[in-house]
């Protein structure tokens, strides 16, 4: 069975850090795309970042390129999201999601994790 | 960036009856387009891929169709566990942009 378990959440001030983690298991981790999306308090989904099955490749949104960074520990099946700078805008339900590649959709999320970016 | 944009926005429909979302794509994006399912408090789940394959166990009420810009989720046979908010995927190019949500009331 998937299972992917964020943690790493809370509330931060502005211009904190905060770093998420993402427990994977049931899947051959190594061999999915992982990504995180987001959804502000309300309102839709916003992909933030991408990291390649062997970490050979990150992408970012224009919105957090230069404040995350997304990284992967195979041998230890977790995905990190390590958030800097954080701003107001930043507040939102953070999910771990998994993609086969090329091709294929998000076919798992994890339950999310809330990050709260407040003063 | 590849923009979405669904409609309508909020729909309500009766139980037994079907629905159609359209998700409109701002450049093409050939048959790379997504469908998941989000109800309250919860994580989305994928429905359809690659436009209109249906994940391995949602049940075939749901249906996609469409291609290059314009996309359609079907629903049918509407009973009141499809409340939910259904989002449209572009995953044909970075950075991935999903639809703005249509939330789907069952009367």
């Known amino acids: 069975e998937v299972q992917m378990l964020e943690s790493g959440g809370g509330l931060v001030q502005p211009g904190g850090s905060l770093r998420l983690s993402c427990a994977a298991s049931?899947?051959?981790?190594?061999?999915?795309?992982m990504a995180w999306v987001r959804q502000a308090p309300g309102k839709g989904l916003e992909w933030v970042s991408s990291?390649?099955?062997?970490?050979?490749?990150?992408l970012y949104a224009d919105s957090v390129k230069g404040r995350f960074t997304i990284s992967r520990d195979n041998s230890k099946s977790t995905l990190s999201l390590q958030m800097n700078s954080l701003r107001a805008d930043d507040t939102a339900v953070y999910y771990c999601?998994?993609?086969?590649?090329?091709?294929?959709?998000?076919?798992?999320w994890g339950q999310g994790t809330l990050v709260t970016v407040s003063s | 960036d590849i923009q979405m944009t669904q409609s309508p926005s909020t729909l309500s429909a009766s139980v037994g009856g079907r629905v159609t979302i359209t998700c409109r794509a701002s450049?093409?994006?050939?048959?790379?387009l997504a469908w998941y399912q989000q109800k309250p408090g919860k994580a989305p789940i994928l429905l359809i891929y690659?436009?209109?394959i249906l994940e391995t166990g949602v049940p075939s009420k749901f249906s996609g169709g469409g291609s290059v810009t314009e996309f359609t989720l079907t629903i049918s046979s509407l009973q009141p566990h499809d409340s939910a908010t259904y989002y449209c995927?572009?995953?044909?190019?970075?950075?991935?942009?999903f639809g703005q949500g249509t939330k789907v009331e069952i009367k």
């Open positions: 690659n436009t209109s």
């Open positions: 995927q572009q995953y044909n190019a970075y950075p991935w942009t």
């Open positions: 990291i390649g099955g062997r970490g050979d490749y990150t």
């Open positions: 450049q093409s994006i050939s048959s790379w």
């Open positions: 999601v998994k993609k086969l590649g090329y091709g294929y959709a998000l076919d798992y």
């Open positions: 049931g899947f051959t981790f190594s061999t999915y795309v």
